[in-house]
């Protein structure tokens, strides 16, 4: 009686393990085993996914037949493909979101997110949100057409990701973010620091944040900034300032107020007070620190609620304007004049 008893529960054991087999495999990391194998690569591009990088994604801490739920027993000797996993089951009202603006008919969720090396926005560069855009949209295309506008655009265009202007973004703050002069960089002689760049200067076991936050104590002083500036280091590697939203929406729209140059360049209680530094991490995120109020000098900041004449989309304001700068300039002109053709009978007088 008591074989019969253990014959059963062996058999229940081994069937409940084949019945939840693909959930112990992906919770032990056997899907990395091969597709965290760059010779994957030889069947596919897609097939290989980077541990280092999925491992610091949000995704990674649900485990993968969360999304691969079709995965059999048998994968991949059985020969069948999993169906692409739709985002919508998670992110509903993002999904609904995008589909109702601009890109909803050309753009789907993994034409700009890799959803095995997603990262929050905190962690992304400027840079990074818009090496995204420009899959589609040519760098030098955007910027001759935002020429017509906007003054400087080459440098505004790399001084801000798209989505600050192109979506309801809100909550900015700036952003210093590492970059390396090279000759070798297509784009104005730098490309963005990377954690292997900083390796030579770390102290063995040191966070790559002592760089420069020197006393440890997770912020960033002005004396701080001006002593890295003075270190070995600051004559390769450069801070970039950039206007960073800290809630995005899929929105892709262009606010009024975009136009209007003091919604970047004011002072004042409107201007962007807060500000942090990036520090490029070995997976490829970015960790941040706060930067103390008034290290940034005037980096974004201007006259307060000033106004541009032909840069603010008011036609009756820039025709006003434009007639108060011709007057200011015809009184100085006409009263010259006018002494010039009268000085015969002014020196008779």
């Known amino acids: 009686m008591g074989q019969i008893k253990y014959l059963m529960a062996l058999f229940v054991w081994v069937l409940l393990s084949l019945l939840m087999w693909p959930a112990v495999e992906a919770s032990a990391n056997n899907c990395s085993a091969c597709h965290g194998d760059k010779t994957i690569i030889g069947k596919g591009a897609h097939l290989y996914i980077d541990p280092v990088k999925f491992d610091s994604t949000a995704h990674a801490g649900l485990g993968c037949v969360s999304c691969h739920d079709k995965v059999t027993k048998r994968h991949p000797a059985d020969g069948g493909r999993p169906p692409r996993v739709s985002c919508k089951e998670c992110h509903a009202d993002i999904f609904a979101e995008h589909g109702k603006s601009g890109h909803g008919n050309y753009a789907g969720c993994t034409d700009c997110h890799n959803p095995h090396a997603v990262r929050p926005l905190a962690a992304l560069s400027a840079r990074d949100l818009n090496v995204q855009c420009a899959k589609c949209h040519e760098h030098s295309k955007i910027v001759l057409s935002h020429s017509k506008w906007l003054p400087h655009t080459a440098l505004h265009i790399d001084a801000l990701p798209c989505i600050s202007c192109h979506t309801g973004a809100k909550n900015y703050v700036i952003l210093l973010n590492m970059a390396t002069n090279t000759s070798r960089s297509p784009r104005n002689g730098i490309r963005p620091t990377t954690f292997g760049d900083l390796r030579p200067f770390l102290a063995e076991g040191k966070k790559v944040s002592t760089l420069i936050d020197s006393n440890g104590d997770g912020a960033i002083s002005l004396e701080e900034l001006k002593k890295f500036n003075k270190t070995d280091q600051s004559r390769t590697i450069k801070l970039l300032g950039t206007m960073m939203p800290e809630v995005v929406t899929h929105t892709y729209e262009t606010l009024d107020n975009r136009w209007d140059c003091t919604f970047c360049h004011a002072s004042g209680p409107n201007a962007q007070q807060a500000s942090f530094l990036a520090f ?70």
């Open 280 to 349: 490029p991490e070995p997976d490829g995120t970015y960790s941040r620190l706060p930067v103390e109020k008034g290290a940034i000098m005037d980096i974004l900041y201007g006259t307060p609620d000033f106004y541009m004449i032909g840069f603010t989309r008011n036609t009756t304001m820039s025709i006003l304007g434009g007639l108060i700068v011709a007057a200011g300039l015809l009184v100085p002109i006409l009263h010259g004049t006018l002494r010039f053709l009268t000085r015969k009978r002014r020196k008779e007088g």
